[in-house]
């Protein structure tokens, strides 16, 4: 098979591999679309999971099954499947302890693209296809589908983790495909004013729509001062982050929160950072305010459970997709996008039409 792959530190390149040997409860994918994540460019460019040498990249995708092994009951070569980015082995105990994403330990679920070959290939092996798959809705266009893997569960899970409740204030920091995903889930949580937190053209435009009440640009002065000034001297019920940086963004997050408020982070921390939080702006300790991060829960429900939000016309991810690509020799220049973040970019695809 073919890969895109980084190749070392700072490098990547299409590689050659031998196909992936299925075992008998996982499946042999074909891709119909690929999407890169910013998680691919912490990877390859910032180090976030150390040095990887021929590492395939990618982990969101839908495709279409090629082999499965002699235990899988609900897939069939034929159909088309949507990738979780997150695969656990759902039988494992540690799995059946709640977090299935740390299974085996800290952040173990995550495999495509971290601790084996990612989706950026001609062939993507599934372990444990019957508890990670999922069916890709009649009439979804796979694109949208993709969305699924990493954006919609993973911006979602940031509402999870900060319980958002009925009526609540919100403020999401970063309106970049993650952040956009945690703000159209705070709607859906029943969130009241929503402060969200960006500067991309594109991206503010999308925020409006998926309900935003107030757009915040971090270029015009500190971020807890602007909402705390506009949201009448008080701090937000929640807040969700999706953006930022070690050094300010947890302080700032902490600031403009209210006593007994709460923080949920699916940002990715530089690992040789220190996060700084100040203990006045944390009650000197006795805030009660919480602070939860996460990374996206898989598991096939889930999935289903967040597809039939979009087959019933409550969450629309179509406005994610700013660029498109058509072919497996594409998929670089998604990437560079994704390095590169222009101004109208929110989240590039590319659709794979040309592999057997
Ligand atoms: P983007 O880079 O597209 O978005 C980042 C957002 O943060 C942008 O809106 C950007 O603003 C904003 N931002 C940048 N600097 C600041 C600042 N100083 N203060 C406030 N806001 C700022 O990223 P993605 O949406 O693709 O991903 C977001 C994060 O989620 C990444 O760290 C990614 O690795 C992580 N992630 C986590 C997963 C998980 O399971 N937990 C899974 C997938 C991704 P601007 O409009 O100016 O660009
Ligand atoms: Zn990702």
Not at 216 to 244: F, P, S, T
């Amino acid at each position: 098979m073919r890969g895109f792959a980084m190749i070392d530190p700072n490098e990547t390149g299409f590689i050659e591999k031998d196909d992936p040997e299925i075992g008998p409860r996982d499946a042999l994918v074909k891709p119909l679309v690929v999407a890169p994540c910013t998680s691919d460019i912490h990877t390859v460019y910032e180090n976030a999971i150390g040095p990887r040498h021929d590492l395939i990249l990618g982990h969101e995708a839908s495709g279409e099954i090629v082999a499965v092994g002699d235990e899988v009951k609900d897939f069939k070569v034929g159909d088309k499947v949507i990738l979780p980015a997150v695969t656990p082995d759902w039988s494992d105990v540690n799995s059946q302890a709640g977090f299935a994403s740390h299974f085996g330990g800290m952040l173990g679920g995550w495999k495509f693209s971290n601790n084996k070959d990612g989706v950026f290939a001609t062939r993507i092996h599934v372990n444990d296809a019957d508890g990670n798959l999922a069916h890709l809705p009649l009439g979804m266009d796979p694109g949208v589908a993709t969305m699924l893997s990493d954006m919609i569960p993973t911006g979602f899970n940031a509402d999870e983790l900060a319980h958002v409740e009925y009526g609540d204030t919100v403020a999401v920091i970063g309106i970049g495909p993650v952040g956009l995903m945690a703000l159209r889930g705070a709607v859906l949580h029943g969130a009241g004013r929503i402060f969200a937190v960006g500067s991309r053209p594109q991206a503010i435009k999308v925020a409006k729509e998926y309900g935003a009440t107030d757009i915040i640009d971090y270029h015009d002065g500190d971020i807890a001062d602007q909402i705390i000034e506009k949201n009448n001297g008080q701090g937000v019920d929640r807040v969700l982050i999706a953006g930022g940086d070690s050094e300010h963004t947890f302080d700032q997050a902490v600031r403009m929160t209210r006593p007994g408020g709460s923080i949920g982070n699916v940002a990715y921390l530089n690992g040789n950072d220190n996060i700084k939080i100040n203990a006045s702006n944390w009650g000197v300790g006795m805030a009660n305010i919480t602070i939860d991060g996460g990374v996206m829960p898989g598991g096939r429900l889930r999935m289903e459970k967040l597809a039939s939000l979009i087959t019933n016309g409550r969450l629309d991810p179509s406005l994610l997709i700013t660029h498109t690509f058509d072919g497996f020799d594409k998929i670089p220049d998604a990437l560079e996008l994704m390095h590169n973040k222009p101004a109208d970019l929110i989240k590039p695809v590319v659709y794979i039409s040309d592999i057997d």
